[in-house]
């Protein structure tokens, strides 16, 4: 005999009562996610990326690089990515509003841990993608790779060296992938 189990879709509005106790709350399509806070590896790893991206993102006038607190909403979801590169808000109103109509990350990056592996590879990508992010990059410190999902295309994993051509870029950046590790 079959059971059927019914599981609770959360609303936005339900995630954002949860209490304020260190751990990240993320909301994907309806699913709710829970992640303690991360580890100094973890931390370590988007620092470098920050070092190598700050500039190259503001010389080609790409925006700015976003950290957690700093959410992507879609399809009744929110989400705080490790890392994302947009342009800044066109009409920041300085509330909670303001993700809604906040411009599309051009990169959103993801930082494995034992906590979210099967999350980030599966449901966030889903969402990022159908989000219209042109790039994901999932770190992977175990296996000192980078797996970079676009759409439309099979996910690609770089071991030595990363090239990063975003649209409206004069030229790529590049850099080593045992940088990060």
Same mark, same amino acid.
Do not use: C
């Given at each position: 005999?079959?059971? @059927?189990?019914?599981? &609770? &879709?959360?609303?936005?509005?339900?995630?954002?009562?949860?209490?304020?106790?260190?751990? $990240?709350?993320?909301?994907?399509?309806?699913?709710?996610?829970?992640?303690?806070?991360?580890?100094?590896?973890?931390?370590?790893?988007?620092? $470098?990326?920050?070092?190598?991206?700050?500039?190259?993102?503001?010389?080609?006038?790409?925006?700015?690089?976003?950290?957690?607190? @700093?959410?992507?909403?879609?399809?009744? @979801?929110?989400?705080?990515?490790?890392?994302? =590169? /947009?342009?800044?808000?066109?009409?920041? /109103?300085?509330?909670?509003?303001?993700?809604?109509?906040?411009?599309?990350?051009?990169?959103?990056?993801? =930082?494995? @841990?034992?906590?979210?592996?099967?999350?980030?590879?599966?449901? &966030? &990508?889903?969402?990022?993608?159908?989000?219209?992010?042109?790039?994901?990059?999932?770190?992977?410190?175990?296996?000192?790779?980078?797996?970079?999902? $676009?759409?439309?295309?099979? =996910?690609?994993?770089?071991?030595?060296?990363?090239?990063?051509?975003?649209?409206?870029?004069?030229?790529?950046? $590049?850099?080593? =992938?045992?940088?990060?590790?």
């Amino acid at each position: 005999m079959a059971v @059927s189990i019914a599981v &609770k &879709k959360w609303t936005l509005a339900e995630v954002h009562r949860l209490p304020d106790d260190g751990n $990240k709350y993320e909301l994907v399509r309806g699913e709710l996610f829970v992640t303690p806070p991360p580890g100094n590896e973890h931390e370590t790893i988007l620092a $470098k990326l920050t070092e190598l991206l700050g500039p190259y993102v503001r010389a080609q006038r790409l925006g700015h690089v976003y950290h957690p607190r @700093s959410v992507v909403r879609f399809d009744r @979801s929110e989400v705080e990515p490790d890392l994302m =590169v /947009r342009q800044p808000h066109p009409k920041p /109103r300085g509330n909670d509003r303001d993700w809604n109509t906040a411009p599309i990350p051009i990169l959103v990056v993801e =930082v494995l @841990s034992a906590y979210t592996r099967h999350r980030d590879f599966n449901e &966030k &990508k889903e969402l990022y993608l159908d989000a219209g992010i042109d790039e994901y990059w999932i770190v992977d410190s175990e296996d000192a790779t980078i797996a970079i999902a $676009k759409p439309g295309q099979a =996910v690609r994993i770089e071991r030595v060296r990363m090239t990063w051509a975003p649209v409206g870029a004069e030229f790529p950046l $590049k850099f080593e =992938v045992a940088a990060l590790f």
